[in-house]
């Protein structure tokens, strides 16, 4: 008998959706009746669990920073209660959530798998229940310690995986990162990696609302679009770089970022490559992008990356220990 308790706590998403005839959409109380019928939930090996089901259910592409603060905080307040924590989540913006979850929850000692489905659990063939099931196990072992995303019977690091096909059943990948744990069907759960946490900090950050910038560069971009971008009032800009981290070395574009860097924007530059990451020093593009007061976003995902910099800058009141904690491993997000 397994005599560990599991929290699932259900914001919305594909796993729990009915059909309609307007499509998928969210239904109260639906989940627990699939619960209650996954013949799998009554194993020994699998540990009891209590239902957490948000109202109203949330589309993950409707999830702001204050539905990642109350996730936290729903942990945070009963972390003593339970072994573990499940969330059940959309995919679409899953991979920005288990991030965030992160950085709100350092020092966790307790496993947070952050899972959903590509497939509802009304389809015969949905995923929704293999990830339930194996994640409600992963949830009571104490080597999966911290957030983690479980999908396709793979356990990544939460702030190290990406959303990758918007079709396949193995939808999330972690490009820079190695599996926790895969589930192997010949001999079951297989440790890939073990983490120790130093314990879960006293409260959750206040997050702030945070005016953050995305900048994907491509080739001939009009300079008078890239002038009307830095003239927004902004707090950070996340520069999507050329491979190694290289951007044009126009005068005018350099002229730009060391403007936004002096009037205290968070400059990070971060590589369009899903695999690999930034070596500012490498090319002579990405050395003039350092000198202009560009900092490295090193190999984190645009996920991680955007995350770090909500908490960061709600935090810290100084841009300078904001750009210094942004290039230091906070989390497991960044190759060190």
């Known amino acids: 008998m397994n005599s560990k308790r599991i929290a699932i706590i259900?914001?919305?998403?594909?796993?729990?959706?009915?059909?309609?005839?307007?499509?998928?959409?969210?239904?109260?109380?639906?989940?627990?009746?699939?619960?209650?019928?996954?013949?799998?939930?009554?194993?020994?090996?699998?540990?009891?669990?209590?239902?957490?089901?948000?109202?109203?259910?949330?589309?993950?592409?409707?999830?702001?920073?204050?539905?990642?603060?109350?996730i936290a905080q729903d942990v945070h307040q009963r972390y003593h209660q339970f072994d573990g924590f499940l969330v059940l989540h959309g995919t679409d913006?899953?991979?920005?959530?288990?991030?965030?979850?992160?950085?709100?929850?350092?020092?966790?000692?307790?496993?947070?798998?952050?899972?959903?489905?590509?497939?509802?659990?009304?389809?015969?063939?949905?995923?929704?229940?293999?990830?339930?099931?194996?994640?409600?196990?992963?949830?009571?072992?104490?080597?999966?310690?911290?957030?983690?995303?479980?999908?396709?019977?793979?356990?990544?690091?939460?702030?190290?995986?990406?959303?990758?096909s918007s079709v396949a059943l193995g939808a999330f990948t972690a490009p820079n990162a190695a599996p926790v744990w895969v589930m192997d069907a010949s001999s079951g759960p297989s440790p890939l990696d073990v983490k120790t946490q130093p314990g879960l900090a006293p409260q959750v950050p206040r997050l702030q609302p945070c005016r953050i910038g995305i900048l994907t560069l491509a080739p001939g971009m009009a300079m008078s679009m890239l002038t009307h971008f830095f003239d927004q009032p902004l707090d950070a800009v996340i520069l999507r770089s050329y491979g190694a981290g290289n951007a044009p070395q126009a005068d005018e574009f350099l002229r730009l970022i060391r403007q936004a860097h002096e009037a205290g924007v968070v400059v990070v530059n971060l590589s369009q490559c899903d695999h690999g990451g930034v070596a500012m020093g490498t090319y002579a593009g990405g050395s003039a992008l350092a000198r202009a007061g560009v900092i490295s976003g090193a190999d984190m995902t645009l996920e991680a990356c955007y995350t770090k910099l909500v908490v960061l800058l709600s935090h810290y009141d100084s841009v300078d220990i904001v750009r210094e904690r942004m290039q230091l491993n906070l989390a497991g997000e960044l190759t060190a």
Not at 10 to 35: D, F, K, N
Not at 136 to 157: D, S, T
């Open 93 to 164: 913006t899953l991979a920005y959530t288990a991030s965030a979850l992160s950085f709100l929850l350092p020092g966790l000692d307790k496993p947070l798998i952050v899972t959903g489905s590509q497939l509802p659990l009304a389809e015969p063939h949905s995923d929704g229940h293999d990830h339930i099931v194996e994640g409600l196990m992963l949830a009571a072992k104490p080597v999966c310690a911290g957030v983690n995303v479980l999908f396709h019977h793979k356990l990544m690091p939460g702030n190290r995986v990406t959303k990758s």
């Open 10 to 70: 259900y914001t919305g998403g594909t796993i729990g959706m009915q059909p309609s005839e307007h499509g998928l959409v969210p239904a109260e109380g639906y989940l627990a009746q699939r619960l209650q019928q996954e013949p799998r939930l009554a194993a020994a090996s699998v540990p009891d669990y209590e239902l957490i089901e948000y109202s109203p259910l949330l589309d993950s592409s409707d999830m702001l920073p204050e539905h990642w603060q109350r």
